[in-house]
T-cell receptor, first 111, second 112 residues
Framework: DVKVTQSSRYLVKRTGEKVFLECVQD?????MFWYRQDPGLGLRLIYF???????EKGDIPEGYSVSREKKERFSLILESASTNQTSMYLC??????????FGNGTRLTVT | DQQVKQNSPSLSVQEGRISILNCDYT??????FLWYKKYPAEGPTFLIS?????DKNEDGRFTVFLNKSAKHLSLHIVPSQPGDSAVYFC???????????FGKGTRLSVIA
């Protein structure tokens, strides 16, 4: 069974802080993604990666960066957290011939 | 520009009846479609998928129908159960390593 693990379920950070959201998958998937979910807006793609050290911007990359140093790990970085980045953040991965599998999400509150 | 649209934000259905969730798409390059179910405070879980070479796929109580000419797909849940109450997301992508594009979701409430 595919497991996508996000390091924190809930986080509270202050405006201006640098925030790291970590995600690890155990199925040797090449493709990893970061989405955010907001009420009425659905799931919006922030960044994705098809391989180690590769990254691509999604639909809303502003204010975010990512790091993929190892195949199983994909980190989302908020360079300087702002209140409009308060959201549910979802990491996901898929491999060949498999659907996208999501982690349980990190609820981030920026005050 | 929304490529995947779920025009009903919410739907209420009586337990035991059929739930029909609809989804429209605009990108004719999409060839793989999925439905995800999401409970509060959890990540979405994969429910069922269909490729563009089919027009129907069934898995237990869940059936997805694809109408390519209308660029429309629907998810049927029969019979609906209270545990089906959740937000359902429709998603689509084109071939190759392209990300999924999601709709905004439909909140289904199954009333006992």
């Amino acid at each position: 069974d595919v497991k996508v693990t996000q390091s924190s379920r809930y986080l509270v950070k202050r405006t201006g802080e640098k925030v790291f959201l970590e995600c690890v998958q155990d199925m040797d998937h090449e493709n990893m993604f970061w989405y955010r979910q907001d009420p009425g807006l659905g799931l919006r793609l922030i960044y994705f990666s098809y391989d180690v050290k590769m990254k691509e911007k999604g639909d809303i990359p502003e204010g975010y960066s990512v790091s993929r140093e190892k195949k199983e790990r994909f980190s989302l970085i908020l360079e300087s957290a702002s209140t409009n980045q308060t959201s549910m953040y979802l990491c996901a991965s898929y491999g060949y011939n498999s659907p996208l599998h999501f982690g349980n999400g990190t609820r981030l509150t920026v005050t | 520009d929304q490529q995947v649209k779920q025009n009903s934000p919410s739907l209420s259905v009586q337990e035991g009846r059929i739930s029909i969730l609809n989804c429209d798409y605009t990108n004719s390059m999409f060839d793989y479609f999925l439905w995800y179910k999401k409970y509060p405070a959890e990540g979405p879980t994969f429910l069922i998928s269909i490729s563009s070479i089919k027009d129907k796929n069934e898995d237990g109580r869940f059936t997805v129908f694809l109408n390519k000419s209308a660029k429309h797909l629907s998810l049927h849940i029969v019979p609906s159960q209270p545990g089906d109450s959740a937000v359902y997301f429709c998603a689509a992508r084109s071939s190759g390593n392209t990300p999924l594009v999601f709709g905004k979701g439909t909140r289904l409430s199954v009333i006992a």
